[in-house]
């Protein structure tokens, strides 16, 4: 999401990415961080979110080409983005499978600084 850095984690840790202009409302591009592939996607609302690119239904590196919309639950809206594979939805801020209870996969810090997207270190969840 669009915000600050986690407490305790200087901007220093965040890898530059790519402009916020270059990623398309409801769109994603892929980066390298840290030597992990990750989707940084922007939702209608401006929200921009980071998890890992990799779609572990089809075990390819995908998810940034994925459908970027929201669902609406008991707990209210929430962003997600769905495999271009085998379209199952991926909560774009805890990473959990909204199809599987069972799968969870990695999210990171993200900060818009000066029109810079900053991917930072994995969130704990």
Request: proline share 6%; hydrophobic share 40%.
């Amino acid at each position: 999401m669009t915000a600050s850095p986690s407490a305790g984690v200087g901007v220093s840790t965040y890898t530059r990415v790519c402009r916020l202009d270059d990623i398309d409302v409801e769109g994603g591009v892929a980066g390298l961080v840290a030597g992990d592939a990750v989707a940084i996607l922007r939702t209608h609302d401006g929200n921009v979110y980071a998890i890992s690119n990799y779609d572990p239904f089809s075990n390819a590196s995908v998810l940034a080409r994925g459908i970027v919309g929201s669902r609406s639950t008991a707990e209210g809206d929430v962003p997600f983005v769905a495999s271009p594979m085998h379209k199952q939805a991926f909560d774009l801020r805890t990473g959990q499978c909204l199809d599987d209870a069972d799968v969870r996969i990695p999210t990171y810090d993200v900060r818009v600084l000066d029109g810079e997207v900053l991917v930072g270190p994995p969130q704990e969840h």
